[in-house]
């Protein structure tokens, strides 16, 4: 059971470059959320899905887009990346409501 | 407005001894509240909540206590050992939302 699954781990973007991180869950879960993690910040939400088919902003949402594929995948797009968008990055899914979210493993991202 | 704040942004205790990990928070509006542990290059896993009608909940070695009129809740974990040293964020989130907000993480190191 893979549980939540990130790709990539790792990437490195030139300032305006594009880029979409996938993540996939095998856990039937309804809920999908994305998070970015930056020193002595905590994890902070994106955006997230509460089901297939709705997408809403978070708490930091300017610069990304995300799309809900299907009930396994939610991915986050960065159009024109910056490097203030340089950012340990997690997807998280859940079942009805946030009793219990189940994190991926990271992408660590570097915008130059 | 930093929502859920985790002041203590690192700890260290003795093997054996009790680690306690402190969480404040601002919105009197929450209804769970969640720790969650997270070791280097992997995602945060859930560790143990709490809901906002009840003022202690234990799991094992790890007791969360709520007080609902001081707005501010903590972990326990007794006896510490050293496969506990991680970081340690406190979450909240409203019923009926889906924004888990975190606190900024508290790094525990237990001595052997």
């Known amino acids: 059971n893979a549980g939540v699954t990130q790709t990539p781990k790792f990437q490195v973007l030139k300032t305006g470059q594009s880029m979409t991180l996938q993540c996939a869950q095998d856990?039937?879960?309804?809920?999908m959320y994305w998070y970015r993690q930056d020193p002595g910040m905590g994890l902070r939400l994106i955006y997230y899905?509460?089901?297939?088919?709705?997408?809403d902003k978070g708490e930091v949402p300017n610069g990304y887009n995300v799309s809900r594929l299907n009930k396994r995948e939610f991915s986050l797009r960065l159009e024109s990346a910056a490097p203030s968008q340089t950012s340990v990055y997690f997807c998280?899914?859940?079942?009805?409501?946030?009793?219990?979210?189940?994190f991926g493993q990271g992408t660590r991202l570097t915008v130059v | 407005d930093q929502q859920v704040k985790q002041n203590s942004p690192s700890l260290s205790v003795q093997e054996g001894r009790i680690s306690i990990l402190n969480c404040d928070y601002t919105?009197?509006?929450?209804?769970?509240f969640l720790w969650y542990k997270k070791y280097p290059a992997e995602g945060p896993t859930f560790l143990i909540s709490?809901?906002?009608?009840?003022d202690k909940n234990e799991d094992g070695r790890f007791t969360v206590f709520l007080n609902k009129s001081a707005k501010h809740l903590s972990l326990h974990i007794v006896p510490s050992q050293p496969g506990d040293s991680a970081v340690y964020f406190c979450?909240?989130?409203?019923?009926?939302?889906?924004?888990?907000?975190f606190g900024s993480g508290t790094r525990l190191l237990v001595r052997p």
């Open positions: 899905s509460a089901s297939e088919g709705t997408t």
């Open positions: 998280a899914s859940s079942p009805l409501g946030l009793t219990e979210a189940f």
């Open positions: 856990m039937n879960h309804n809920s």
């Open positions: 919105n009197s509006m929450f209804d769970y």
């Open positions: 709490i809901s906002s009608i009840k």
């Open positions: 979450a909240a989130y409203k019923d009926s939302s889906y924004k888990l907000i």
